[in-house]
Nanobody, 122 residues
């Protein structure tokens, strides 16, 4: 079992930056691949980025490649999402999740945080 708590969301103007954090507690953090997903009102949950247990492999949705960077610090039990050049269409609740292997598929992640709101104004 692992518990996940996101932070760092907020309101930002288009072109701005935010860094999201997801702190994990419970079983060994380094045992899990981690993912970031987002969900806008009335839309399906969407993959954003994922990182392997060691941090050596990453994966990104095409819509965020070159703008977002996922990273992790296993000593701090934390995964990060650095978001640059934000666009209004990035507005959503951002959720972190833990899984046994890196994957873009939400169903592969048994553990989820509550999410943090990101709003990008035009």
């Amino acid at each position: 079992q692992v518990q996940l708590v996101e932070s760092g969301g907020g309101l930002v103007q288009a072109g701005g930056s935010l860094r999201l954090s997801c702190a994990a507690s419970g079983r060994t953090f380094s045992s899990y691949a981690m993912g970031w997903f987002r969900q806008a009102p009335g839309k399906e949950r969407e993959f954003v980025a994922a990182i392997s247990r060691s941090g050596g492999n990453t994966d990104y949705a095409d819509s965020v490649k070159g703008r977002f960077t996922i990273s992790r610090d296993n000593a701090k039990n934390t995964v990060y999402l650095q978001m640059n050049s934000l666009k209004p269409e990035d507005t959503a609740v951002y959720l972190c999740a833990a899984a046994g292997i890196i994957s873009p598929t939400p169903a592969m992640y048994p553990y989820w945080g509550q999410g943090t709101q990101v709003t990008v104004s035009s």
